[in-house]
């Protein structure tokens, strides 16, 4: 008797936590609360999966027209120095890769120079204005840790320019030379056109940035990037002439070849990130 009260006894005493604790207890979801953002924020948070953007570029930009014959130091061909401005659309992944293309108001130049003794005689003209471009770009240097909010990019991209294959313009100089006494003067002439190019022509891009998220919505960047340009935009053809005899022909190709400095301002209009699970995180320590 004493034994079978003894059992009864302990069984009761074993119960007690069991029904303090309840069946629902053992399927309660866990305290979304500092643990849980300790462990979101260890491991990485949401995560941002790709995003796209709306940007203004400014930028100055300089450009030389390639000159092959400079009669002897008569002529030269100047770089010619521009403010430019654009507008893009843009998509990232991960925020390590990006892609973004749009329309840059971003003239071609030809510039010749004619010394005269004095103060040289300066003649410019420009292509269309008008250029649309498709780049691609990889952050290779993060400066705020995993979070990537800012790096350094490298960019490379490709440049449409539409020409209509117009006359933009021409010059016509006059000058006299003289040999000797008793002699009647050599008249010399400077003649020249100026046409735009009948084909869509293209650049090449090579650039690198840096950005900085200055919110979740707006960025800030600074890039440098250098122009090849792989077709003739804008030619100026120049004709030297002594007596009204043609003595020797130039001609100035202006391809877009040169280098910008910009700066960018990003807006995000959309954004998808991803939630890591903090439930799903084994063996990386406790949290402190």
């Known amino acids: 008797m004493g034994k079978h009260y003894l059992f009864c006894v302990l069984f009761g005493i074993a119960l007690l936590p069991v029904r303090g604790q309840g069946v629902a207890d053992y399927y309660r979801a866990p305290d979304r609360g500092t643990q849980y953002n300790k462990v979101l924020t260890r491991y990485g948070g949401p995560h941002i999966r790709d995003r796209w953007y709306a940007s203004l570029d400014g930028f100055i930009r300089t450009d030389r027209a390639h000159?092959?014959?400079s009669f002897n130091g008569l002529i030269e061909s100047d770089a010619v120095t521009k403010v430019g401005v654009g507008a893009l659309i843009g998509w990232t992944y991960r925020e390590r890769w990006a892609v973004e293309g749009g329309y840059a108001r971003m003239p071609i130049h030809t510039q010749?120079?004619?010394?005269?003794?004095?103060?040289?005689?300066?003649?410019?003209?420009?292509?269309?204005?008008?250029?649309?471009?498709?780049?691609?770009?990889?952050?290779?240097?993060?400066?705020?840790?995993?979070?990537?909010?800012?790096?350094?990019w490298l960019s490379g991209g490709m440049w449409l320019v539409p020409n209509g294959g117009q006359s933009e313009g021409r010059f016509s100089l006059l000058g006299y030379r003289y040999r000797g006494r008793g002699e009647s003067p050599d008249t010399l002439r400077l003649l020249s056109q100026t046409r735009t190019g009948n084909k869509v022509t293209t650049m090449a891009e090579l650039g690198a940035e840096y950005n900085v998220r200055l919110s979740d919505n707006i960025d800030l960047g600074f890039?440098?990037?250098?122009?090849?340009?792989?077709?003739?935009?804008?030619?100026?053809?120049?004709?030297?002439?002594?007596?009204?005899?043609?003595?020797?022909?130039?001609?100035?190709?202006?391809?877009?070849?040169?280098?910008?400095?910009?700066?960018?301002?990003?807006?995000?209009?959309?954004?998808?990130r991803t939630f890591p699970n903090a439930l799903e995180v084994r063996g990386r320590g406790r949290i402190r």
């Open 223 to 272: 890039s440098v990037r250098k122009f090849w340009g792989l077709g003739s935009s804008i030619v100026t053809n120049v004709n030297y002439s002594v007596n009204r005899t043609i003595a020797q022909e130039a001609q100035l190709k202006g391809t877009g070849t040169g280098m910008s400095y910009g700066v960018t301002l990003r807006y995000t209009y959309s954004i998808h």
């Open 67 to 69: 000159m092959d014959n």
């Open 112 to 152: 010749v120079s004619v010394r005269n003794g004095v103060a040289p005689l300066v003649y410019r003209y420009t292509n269309g204005r008008d250029a649309f471009v498709l780049r691609g770009k990889r952050l290779v240097l993060s400066t705020s840790g995993p979070w990537l909010r800012s790096g350094f």
